[in-house]
Every structure is written in C-alpha cells, then in structure tokens.
C-alpha cells in the first residue's frame, strides 16, 4: 500500500526566502506526483503535476522535481511571499490513475 | 464556468439520521472522486467514477453510497451517520483521458453528534 510522508509538517519563513518542501513515497509504481495548494476552509487548488517520465516541472516561482528511483519529490518555491501562506500537499497518483494517495501537508508561513 | 461545485457548505447531523452531500461539476470531466480530509492526515479516497454508471470503492468506502447518473452529477450518501464521520469532504473531476489535472470543490463540512 502506498504510503506518502511530508515533511516538515510546519514550516515559518521570512519574506524573500528561498525554501523546499519534501514528498517521500513508498511505491516507486507511479503514475504521477502532484503538488497541491489548500488555503484554510477552501478546496486544493493544482499546483504542478509531475509524469512518472518527468523529473521537474516548473510554473513561475515553482519547481517540483521527482526521483522515483528514491522515492522523493521536492516543491522549490523562490522568493516566498506573505500570499504563498498555505498548507501545501503532495499525492502520488497509481499507475491504473484511480487514486490519488496524499501526504498529510506542509503548513507554511511566510512572515512579511 | 462554475468548475466543481458542493453544497452544502456545513452540515450537522445525529448519529443514525442519513443525508446526501451534492457534487456537480460542468467540465464534462469523465472520472469524479469524493475524498475525506480529517485533522493531521492526508485526504482519503471513499469512492470514485469514470463515467455515467460506473463506480467504485476506494481506500475507506464504509458507510457510504454513491452512483452516478449523469456526467454532471456524484451524490455521496450517507445511510446511517456515525462520528467517526465527522470529517470534511471533497469531490474532485479530472478528464479520463489526456490531462491529470484535479479540479476540486470548495469542501463539505459535516460534524455528527
């Protein structure tokens, strides 16, 4: 069974910082790994999304790259802002596509 | 374009009594899922859909229903509320075919007593 691991589960910054967020999964078996955003009380926005052939992608000050040999997967985001303040989750979807298997989130705090 | 929408938004309810949490998405998405969020955990997949009169179980089926009349719309029933209920749930769309992209709804809210 999948297992999907992020650390670390809180995270507060300065402005301006450059962080990363780590996804470890079990299962190397996958079809793609996909970070989310969740904003308290509101739904998961999609952030970026991975194929299993990939190893980044990349959207504006976002960059997520995937090792599935090791089973790891990081969210790089540059020059973090107050608004970038989420709880960011990560899910690695199987290779039939039925099911997405989530981390249980990196809350972050970005201090203006 | 609404995307996926939910209703209702907050829903408290007693134990045994059953109600229907609406999911409507106007995507014309083939596969939809309903997933639940609870505190310090991951979402967990109850069921999902890839099309118009097709289901199935995902990770934590038990206690609820679901079917899938039109492409538009995937009801999740809850026969017989318990507490360990108590959970926010999500209802997501994506295509079958070609993009992965999730699309999800704003969140149902359900407290059982």
């Known amino acids: 069974k999948q297992e999907v691991t992020q650390i670390p589960a809180a995270l507060s910054v300065p402005e301006g910082e450059n962080l990363v967020l780590n996804c470890s999964f079990t299962d190397s078996a996958i079809y793609n790994l996909q970070w989310f955003r969740q904003d308290p009380g509101k739904g998961l926005t999609s952030l970026l999304l991975?194929?299993?052939?990939?190893r980044e992608q990349t959207s504006g000050r976002l960059n997520a790259s995937l090792d599935k040999s090791s089973g790891r997967s990081t969210l790089y985001i540059a020059a973090s802002q107050p608004g970038d303040s989420a709880t960011y989750l990560c899910?690695?979807?199987?290779?039939?596509?039925?099911?997405?298997?989530f981390g249980s989130g990196t809350r972050l705090q970005v201090q203006p | 374009n609404a995307g996926v929408t939910q209703t209702p938004k907050f829903q408290v309810l007693k134990t045994g009594q059953s109600m229907t949490l609406q999911c409507a998405q106007d995507?014309?998405?083939?596969?939809m899922s309903w997933y639940r969020q609870d505190p310090g955990m991951g979402l967990r997949l109850i069921h999902y859909s890839v099309g118009a009169g097709i289901t199935d179980q995902g990770e934590v089926p038990n206690g609820y229903n679901v079917s899938r009349s039109t492409t538009e719309d995937f009801p999740l029933r809850l026969l017989s509320a318990a507490p360990s209920q108590t959970s926010v749930y999500f209802c997501a769309a994506r295509r079958d075919r070609g993009s992965d992209t999730q699309y999800f709804g704003p969140g149902t809210r359900l407290t059982v007593l």
């Open positions: 995507m014309n998405h083939e596969y």
């Open positions: 991975i194929q299993s052939s990939q």
């Open positions: 899910a690695a979807a199987d290779t039939g596509r039925r099911a997405l298997t």
